[in-house]
Structure formats: structure tokens, C-alpha cells
């Protein structure tokens, strides 16, 4: 079965540094564009940006550049979403997100929510 | 970037009734245009790519259509399990742009 599993919940405080995670499973990871995709409380979709885990070529959408950092480890087929200083603005529920052939988001992993609150 | 707009952005209809989402892209977006749903508490789920082709699964009342700068969504007939939040979203850049979302009720 073709998924991706990210990591639990976290609870965080302004200024600490945060990694989550996306195992894949079932597919060739190195050969599939992932996604993170962000939605904050109560909004739409967000897609901050993409990572090919085959090169680690990664492109941010303008509104992320610099403010997050994406990886990918392919001896883990798991990618990551990493924040140096977190922000009470960064709350929301991040998504991983294979992109198909196509450029279709079509394998979506549960989400991770993440509060960031003093 | 593509920005893309969609419309309207919630609507209530009955069971059985035919509903209608719309999206324009604010420029030629070819067929490279996908709709997702998501039900609350869930993660969003692929529905149609490329205009109008269904995700295997997806039952035949989702209907897409379009190209160029102007889409529609369409649902035939409501079924009670339709309630969630649509989305549509250009593929024509590598990194895609969604719409708002429609909240679809019953």
C-alpha cells in the first residue's frame, strides 16, 4: 500500500526549533516530487513547497523562502519540514504530499499539527 | 504566480440536487487544473486531475470540466457523505496554487 505516515502532534513555544517528519512506504521515494502543504485553523490550502528526495532539488513557494527548511533522507524514504524559530503564527496542520507524474497531490499523508503558544 | 479564483466560496443545497463550483485561473492554465475534497477533521483527498479525469474510485456524480483560464466543478446529484470543503488547484507551475475552498452543505 502506497503511504505516507508523518509524525505525532506538537506543542512548541515561540522561539524553539522543530522537525517533523513524512515516512513513505510502497513506492519509489526517490523518484516522486513531495509536497508540504500548510493549513492553518479554520483556512484553505497552502502549498509551501516541494522536494524531489532523488537530488534533494527543493523549491520553495515565495511566501516560505527562508522561513522553513525541507529535506529528505532517502535511506529513511522519509522527508522532512524543519523550523529554526518557531513562531505563534506557524500553528496550523502541515500535510506531506506525493506529487504525481501528473503534478496531481495525490497520496496525502494524516497530518501534523503543530501549536506554537507561550 | 497563478492566482486562482473559486467560487462560491460556501453554498447549502438538498440531497439530490445538482451543484456547481467554479474556478478561474488568472492565466491559461492548459487542462493542468486538479479538485480535492476534504472533510472536516480529515486530510484532503484527490478527486479529479487534469480537468476531468476521476482518481481511481471516485464516484461517477464528480464531474470536472474546462481548460484554458475557466473550470467547473460539478456534482450530479448530492448525496449526504458530498458534505466537505472543495478545493481546485493549478499544476501548471511545479508548485501548485489552490483556491479558497467551497464549503458545501446540505
Known amino acids: 500500500e502506497v503511504q505516507l505516515v508523518q509524525s505525532r502532534a506538537a506543542l512548541k513555544k515561540p522561539g524553539e526549533s522543530l522537525r517533523i517528519s513524512c515516512r513513505a512506504s510502497?513506492?519509489?521515494?526517490?523518484?516522486?516530487?513531495i509536497a508540504w502543504v500548510r493549513q492553518m485553523p479554520g483556512k484553505g490550502l497552502e502549498c509551501m513547497g516541494i522536494?524531489?528526495?532523488?537530488?534533494?532539488?527543493?523549491r520553495y513557494s515565495p511566501s516560505f523562502q527562508g522561513q522553513v527548511t525541507m529535506s529528505a533522507d532517502t535511506s529513511l524514504t522519509t522527508a522532512f519540514l524543519q523550523w529554526d524559530s518557531l513562531k505563534a503564527s506557524d500553528t496550523a496542520t502541515y500535510y506531506c504530499v506525493r506529487q504525481s507524474m501528473r503534478n496531481s497531490l495525490d497520496i496525502w499523508g494524516q497530518g501534523t499539527v503543530v501549536v506554537v503558544s507561550s | 504566480d497563478i492566482q486562482m479564483t473559486q467560487s462560491p466560496s460556501s453554498l447549502s443545497a438538498s440531497v439530490g440536487d445538482r451543484v456547481v463550483i467554479t474556478c478561474q485561473a488568472s492565466q491559461d492554465i492548459t487542462m493542468h487544473l486538479n479538485w480535492y475534497q476534504q472533510k472536516p477533521g480529515k486530510a484532503p483527498k484527490l478527486l479529479i486531475y487534469d480537468v476531468k479525469t476521476p482518481e481511481t474510485g471516485v464516484p461517477s456524480r464528480f464531474r470536472g470540466s474546462g481548460s484554458g483560464t475557466n473550470f467547473t466543478f460539478t456534482i450530479t446529484s448530492l448525496q449526504p457523505e458530498d458534505v466537505a470543503t472543495y478545493y481546485c488547484?493549478?499544476?501548471?507551475?511545479?508548485?501548485?496554487?489552490f483556491g479558497q475552498g467551497t464549503r458545501l452543505d446540505i
Open positions: 488547484q493549478q499544476c501548471d507551475d511545479l508548485i501548485g496554487t
Open positions: 522536494i524531489y528526495p532523488g537530488d534533494s532539488d527543493t
Open positions: 510502497g513506492y519509489l521515494f526517490n523518484n516522486y516530487w
